[in-house]
């Protein structure tokens, strides 16, 4: 695997906590935040797969096989981004159920109207 | 009626090596069912509710008698008194000490234990699976009549499922291991997402897409939230139709510990 140097700014605390994961697990900074990076992916997977327009297969793999989902996500995302979306939060979440369980709700009045 | 209920790999594998238990289990079968003619074939099938669990040559079946609302436990041992003392050791007064599944047994072996590795009895692993869902879809069922705004129903087995009502929307909390603890040797895999997904539409019953939406908050990755418009599930109904399914030999996807 090719690996590049990246220059991050992020927050004290969690610069000297990668520098102490890394030597406690034995790994470099950036072995760490690959994996980390791809946990963070398969636990959020799911909440991501709607917006995505990925498939159930395409996400269906195990925890051990992590790693597989970053390329798929990849390209998914970037046509997402293009698109305009994000990773909705929760309110945004309930939102969109109480907006399309209302209109569906009003579907089916007018249609109850419509005469036979 | 026995033969209803023993699962296949027990039918097939199990009951021929155990020579004198046929006559005690026509004895049970006489005081359980004084119409049976006695000439029941041994015709083994598979249901979601039902267990296989083993005992050095001893088996049993426990399964979910609906009709009278109790939970049968049938024991047959090829020794005198085995079946009986066997059935008294797994059945704990405590729930916390009982032993039905998949506790060990001292005379485990690899070959022939309930708890052997996943995908060594895909059979078994699938019914494991559909014990999981169709435990939460009773739990659901029953229990969703309870529910008010702000508190959370758990049912926790070998998974953990959590019910709340928030407003007019609902929110299905699914943990993402499946454990099951022993003494010997514990057992316990991650769900993928597929599995998360397909149980939670398997419990309610096959939401229209637009009405369902999976969230994982922040730092919770063990877990995941499904908000969802609430439907009228009807768990008796599920599991006639999974039962069906699976008496077919097609379970479905997510149902299929082989893909795991």
């Known amino acids: 695997m090719a690996r590049t140097t990246k220059s991050i700014r992020f927050a004290e605390e969690h610069q000297e906590l990668l520098k102490l ?3 406690f697990e034995g790994l470099s900074e950036g072995e760490l935040v690959e994996r980390a990076l791809e946990s963070f992916v398969h636990g959020r997977m799911l909440a991501y797969r709607k917006t995505l327009g990925l498939s159930r297969d395409d996400v269906d793999v195990r925890i051990e096989d992590a790693g597989e989902l970053v390329a798929r996500l990849r390209d998914a995302m970037v046509r997402a981004i293009a698109e305009g979306a994000h990773a909705p939060t929760e309110d945004e979440i309930r939102a969109g159920l109480r907006e399309r369980a209302a209109a569906r709700r009003e579907q089916a009045v007018a249609e109850a109207a419509v005469p036979a | 009626m026995i033969a209803r209920w023993l699962t296949q790999r027990c039918r097939d594998v199990d009951v021929p090596r155990a020579v004198r238990v ?5 004895r049970l079968l006489e005081e359980q069912y004084p119409r049976s003619p006695l000439t029941d ?9 039902t267990w296989t669990w083993h005992h050095g040559n001893g088996r049993g079946v426990v399964w979910r008698d609906r009709d009278r609302d109790v939970l049968w436990l049938l024991c047959f041992a090829d020794e005198h008194d085995g079946g009986y003392d066997l059935g008294h050791a797994l059945v704990g007064v405590d729930p916390a000490r009982d032993r039905l599944y998949p506790k060990l047994d001292p005379t485990y072996t690899a070959v022939g234990g309930p708890t052997a590795a996943w995908e060594e009895f895909v059979d078994e692993d699938a019914l494991e699976w559909l014990r999981f869902i169709h435990g939460a879809a009773e739990f659901f069922d029953d229990r969703q009549g309870d529910l008010s705004v702000g508190e959370t129903l758990e049912w926790r087995a070998a998974g953990v499922i959590r019910l709340a009502l928030e407003d007019d929307l609902m929110k299905l909390t699914i943990g993402t291991r499946l454990v099951y603890a022993d003494e ?8 993928k997402p597929g599995e998360i997904e397909d149980a939670f539409l398997q419990l309610v019953g096959d939401l229209d897409d637009d009405f369902w ?9 063990g877990y995941v939230n499904y908000l969802f418009v609430p439907p009228r599930p009807d768990a008796g109904a599920w599991l006639d139709a999974r039962i069906a399914e699976i008496v077919a030999a097609k379970p479905r996807r997510g149902s299929d510990p082989s893909r795991v």
Request: charged share 25%; proline share 9%.
């Open chain 2, 213 to 221: 939406e999976a969230h994982v908050p922040p730092y919770a990755h």
């Open chain 2, 22 to 26: 046929r006559p005690g289990l026509a």
């Open chain 1, 21 to 23: 994961l890394a030597a």
């Open chain 2, 41 to 49: 074939a041994w015709a083994g099938r598979t249901r979601a509710d």
């Open chain 2, 184 to 191: 010997a040797t514990d057992r316990d895999r991650y769900l």
